[in-house]
Antibody
Framework: QITLKESGPTLVKPTQTLTLTCTFS??????????VAWIRQPPGKALEWLAL???????RYSPSLQTRLTITKDTSRNQVVLTMTNLDPADTATYYC??????????????????WGQGTLVTVSS | EILLTQSPATLSVSPGERATLSCRAS??????LAWYQQKPGQAPRLLIY???TRATGVPARFSGSGSGTEFTLTVSSLQSEDFAVYYC??????????FGPGTKVDIK
């Protein structure tokens, strides 16, 4: 059974840096094709993809946010960390950690998000 | 960046009726489109990928069709647990992966 859980601060001040941790189980980030991504959702709004890290440490970012984002993985601890700098109230959202299945399930270029964490609401306010 | 539009924004349907949701892409995404369902207070759930392949455990009443720029998600007979918001997502050209604005299916 695959599980993902997000953790981090619930309230951040403008201009500060946000660090979110995704702790997962049921899969390994060393398996070919596996990826973990971050997706956010402002209250009452649609989903926005932020970043993705693959098993081989290939990292991809949303072009509109890439200067503010860093995604890293720690395979020994089964964790993925997202850092976002220079927070703004517009960054208030629920942040989800999501699983991209291995190549044996989803071949190259088949980039859907199979499993999702419960999400964590981050509010940016002074 | 590929833009996705979804219509209608809200669909009012009676239980047992058929629901048809549309997703349109600003340029061809071939069949590289997924559908997700999100209930209030919950994370999204993958329903369909590659435009028409049901994810594991998804009931057969959910079906997806289309290719290129026009896609449809059909729920053949709506159950009470199907009232939710539905999002499409493209993975043809990325980054970024993009999502549509969603269609809310509510009870008529």
């Amino acid at each position: 059974q695959i599980t993902l859980k997000e953790s981090g601060p619930t309230l951040v001040k403008p201009t500060q840096t946000l660090t979110l941790t995704c702790t997962f189980s049921g899969f390994s980030l060393t398996t070919s094709g596996v990826g973990v991504a971050w997706i956010r959702q402002p209250p009452g709004k649609a989903l926005e993809w932020l970043a993705l890290v693959y098993w081989n440490n290939d990292r991809r970012y949303s072009p509109s946010l890439q200067t503010r984002l860093t995604i890293t993985k720690d395979t020994s601890r089964n964790q993925v960390v997202l850092t976002m700098t220079n927070l703004d109230p517009a960054d208030t959202a629920t942040y989800y950690c999501v699983y991209r299945p291995p190549l044996s399930v989803a071949g190259p270029g088949i980039e859907y998000f199979q499993d999702w964490g419960q999400g964590t609401l981050v509010t940016v306010s002074s | 960046e590929i833009l996705l539009t979804q219509s209608p924004a809200t669909l009012s349907v009676s239980p047992g009726e058929r629901a048809t949701l549309s997703c349109r892409a600003s340029q061809s995404v071939d069949s590289k489109l997924a559908w997700y369902q999100q209930k209030p207070g919950q994370a999204p759930r993958l329903l369909i990928y590659d435009a028409s392949t049901r994810a594991t455990g998804v009931p057969a009443r959910f079906s997806g069709s289309g290719s290129g720029t026009e896609f449809t998600l059909t729920v053949s007979s709506l159950q009470s647990e199907d009232f939710a918001v539905y999002y499409c997502q493209q993975y043809r050209n990325w980054p970024p992966f993009t999502f549509g604005p969603g269609t809310k299916v509510d009870i008529k």
